[in-house]
């Protein structure tokens, strides 16, 4: 199974929805995302949220499609993105992709950074999309990442205290048995230098950005 969120962000940041690589993707709406999937023509199997963030109209157009809504008070514990995320992995999907959750505030683009510690300690690649940035957590271990054009640049920060073994093959710039410690901008700006290229390290958690001006 592969599931999409689409939360409120600014939708000029999204990326085409249609296109044929998400054909086999069910989708969740998160707040007023559930509103943006109804304009492109999708229907979400789920929906979260207080939908504080939609128009009257846009809400008409949410009730008359009979979305399966989950609908909260606006004073909670947890933003409507990270109620679509617990329903979402509480699924074992073998993918899950997030959008709409950057470019907007910086709170709720950071939590949702954060939110991507859920789907590793429950083994489901999560990443949040946006037209520009492909952003990923991982745990040690190695990884072989095929170039992608639209994403040029690779860029990777430490989650935890510390990263260790960092190893980087098929880049601009390798590394290593390198250590990478929270706060360092050490691997920011690389750029894959062949078709594939690795990551592997030992221990900690390394948050992976794949990037585009």
């Given at each position: 199974m592969k599931l999409a969120i689409v939360a409120g962000g600014p939708e000029t940041l999204i990326p085409d929805l249609l296109d044929p690589k998400y054909e086999n993707f069910q989708w969740i709406g998160a707040d007023r995302g559930t509103f943006v999937l109804l304009s492109k023509n999708i229907k979400p199997i789920k929906a979260f949220g207080d939908f504080d963030s939609v128009s009257k109209v846009e809400y008409h157009v949410i009730a008359e499609q009979a979305v399966d809504c989950e609908t909260f008070p606006c004073e909670k514990d947890k933003t409507d993105l990270e109620l679509a995320i617990d329903w979402a992995?509480?699924?074992?999907?073998?993918?899950?992709?997030?959008?709409?959750?950057?470019?907007?505030?910086?709170?709720?683009?950071?939590?949702?950074?954060?939110?991507?510690?859920?789907?590793?300690?429950?083994?489901?690649?999560?990443?949040?999309?946006?037209?520009k940035n492909s952003i990923e957590l991982l745990d040690s271990g190695i990884y072989h990442l095929e170039k992608e054009p639209n994403y040029p640049y690779l860029s990777f920060l430490a989650i935890s205290g510390k990263v260790t073994g960092l190893t980087l093959r098929g880049v601009k710039y390798p590394l290593h048995d390198a250590e990478l410690v929270l706060g360092s901008s050490l691997c920011i700006s690389n750029e894959q230098a062949s078709n594939v290229s690795s990551v592997s390290f030992a221990s900690g958690l390394l948050l992976m950005m794949r990037c585009s001006d």
């Open positions: 992995l509480a699924k074992k999907p073998q993918q899950l992709l997030i959008f709409g959750v950057t470019g907007g505030r910086q709170d709720h683009a950071l939590s949702a950074v954060y939110l991507l510690l859920k789907a590793s300690r429950k083994a489901t690649r999560m990443q949040l999309v946006d037209k």
